[in-house]
């Protein structure tokens, strides 16, 4: 593969989209810090190259309170839990819901498992719970969690023929160097009616539109890929798999779009009517795919 080969269908057409800068979420941690994201002409998938991907890299764009965004008390914490513990629920309720004639546990397999948490809180009577987990903060949180997790690239591991029922990943595709691979590999371990469930930035959304660089959920360099629609459509064709639904989850990340329209002159437009606008921008997908 070539530096401006598309990270996710391989397709070679591609050109320079947009020039970022070092950002996470509605921070600009530094402007000096230049990337070329570039989009591909076929899946319309938008990706980060050149860039090398090694320990360095790592170091560099995740810390080590990146997980616990270095708060660990206070009423802005307590708030969030609760209303992250909420949606975690509404998670499970919607896996379920595919597996109601199921008599026994559900083996689940969450992908970049981070501190544990959604894994944590799915009801242990009807979950076998596993996690795929390669920073070392993340591994020891979700050890003390008593969470079963693989401490390496899924692409690599062994699972000595073990099928899972579920695989999610919740914002952690994006993050890829080579997220087709791991379409390819959770085909293989996926048991046959199972469901692979994920969660990614849409780059057909009306805050990237407007925001561009300074989108919510560009957050350069640490998100490699931002699929759309289309970018999913072509990786399931390549890959045996089918789209089986596809959900607007705009409750989530509430205020992302506020955020990402905050340079543009359609905030005039957008902030009184932000509900609205919310519930139409399509900042983030939630995909449910099966084999075919």
Known sequence: MTDYQCKFCDSQKTQEFL?????HGRYIINTKEKFSIRKCLDCDCLFIAPIRIDQDYYDKYYEPNYYSG?????IIVKSWTFVYNLLFKKREKYILSYFKDKKSKISILDIGCGNGDFLAGL?????????????PQGIG?????????????VRLIDFEGKKFDVITLWHVLEHLEKPLEVFAKAKEILTDQGILVFQVPNNKSIGFKFGREYWFHLDSPRHLV???KKTIFKACQKTGLNI?????EFYDYPLDLLWSV?????????????PFFKLLSREHLTFCIKKK
């Open 19 to 23: 020039v970022s800068f070092n950002t």
């Open 70 to 74: 270095g708060v660990d008390s206070g």
């Open 123 to 135: 009801d242990a009577n009807k979950f076998e719970k596993n996690g795929v987990e390669i920073n």
């Open 141 to 153: 949180l979700c050890r003390e969690k008593n969470i079963n997790v693989y401490e390496k690239d």
């Open 226 to 228: 931002i699929p759309c």
């Open 244 to 248: 089986a639904e596809i959900k607007n």
């Open 262 to 274: 905050r340079k543009s002159w359609v905030r005039i437009v957008v902030y009184p009517l932000y």
